[in-house]
């Protein structure tokens, strides 16, 4: 069984709406021509969503569970609240289906190399793992500047056995990673396939790769209805590029009931400058870049705005076009939630019910914490917690500003210096 995607089908060209498209390079159309043919090919074949369904459960522990949460709605005083466990993956986030969907496309298309952009580094660990899995030659381009930042992750690709190339272009982080990465693939393209890491990008990436992570939402419907025998009122997702909140959102589109919420980094507040809220608050401008046409944090003259976020996975200037215009029909609400209500609402997750939501998921946590409070005791609501938080201790630590932390960094640098 898939997902009811009918909201998610674009029109010719690959919009939603007004938002989408392809703008890329003329020798790029050939090769996203042929990435569109066999995607709409493996859609028509059921045998290829069984294939994906079979290698999840087999390889990265899928069907991840509903977890209902009975401390924590007892703290909160109103709607039951329970969680799609994402952070179960392999590689501990949602970005493990994405990736090996691609991965098994790309298998059936012939390709032997995959090439991938990534920000903070968990797209690149998760697709250096598939390359591994499925044995594809693996190349990762990641801003010199994020290399510097985050070489837990550089680290993990390079012993999985990908290259990782760090870019020195522009400001040296993602963006011009993802114009590297097309440049590679301008050159490779007979031989390799870019596996886009979100919802964003070119036709066909936004609705290919909504369609795969529809298995979080399609799993998560049939768990609701067996765990608690109704479809829950408010679905709760965060929204980086977009890829879990499509994914989750794509299970419940069509139940007119159950409210969508995507929810954004407002950061240090929506008013300080220092944030990545596109939609939510209405700072965002729809313009064209990156190959597609969204809504941006940008100025009248198109100059992109520094964006911020604690959560690094949520620190991007676009939005998935399918969510943009889904916004803008009403179907999705947008709230944003900032760095402080998202560290309470990581530690009362922790406190409450052990589990360890990554920063990213932690805002749809603190969204549901704002507004369970409101909704009676005979109401449900689901959150998607996209990610686990342990892999990301560095970051976490640093969020709730642990002196204990500190003091073992410093010690373990003291003992290198030696
Ligand atoms: C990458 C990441 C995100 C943001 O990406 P989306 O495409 O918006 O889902 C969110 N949560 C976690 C745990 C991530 O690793």
Known sequence: MTAQLSMWEPSPGGYFGEFGGSFVPEVLHETLEEVREAFEAARRDPGFWRLYVDTMAEYAGRPTPVTFCPNLTRQLGGAQVYV????????????????????????????????????AGQHGVATATMAARLGFECTIYMGAEDVERQHPNVFWMEQLGAEVVAVTDGTRTLKDAINACLRDWAESMADTHYVMGTVCGPHPFPQMVTWFQSIIGTEARAQMLDAAGALPDAVYACVGGGSNASGIFAGFGEDAGVELVGVEAGGKGIDTGQHAARLAGGQGRTGVAQGYRTVFLQNDEGLMHDTYSCAAGLDYIGVGPILAHLGQQGRIRFESVTDAEVVDALRLAMRTEGIIPALESAHAFAAAVREAPHLSPDQRILVNQSGRGDKDIF??????????WREFIRQRAAGYAR
């Open 84 to 119: 799609k466990r994402e952070d179960l993956n392999h590689t501990g986030a949602h970005k493990a289906n994405n990736v090996m969907g691609q991965g098994l496309l790309a298998q059936r298309m012939g390709k032997k190399r995959v090439i991938a952009e990534t920000g």
């Open 395 to 404: 970051t976490v630590a640093d969020a709730l500003d642990d002196e204990g």
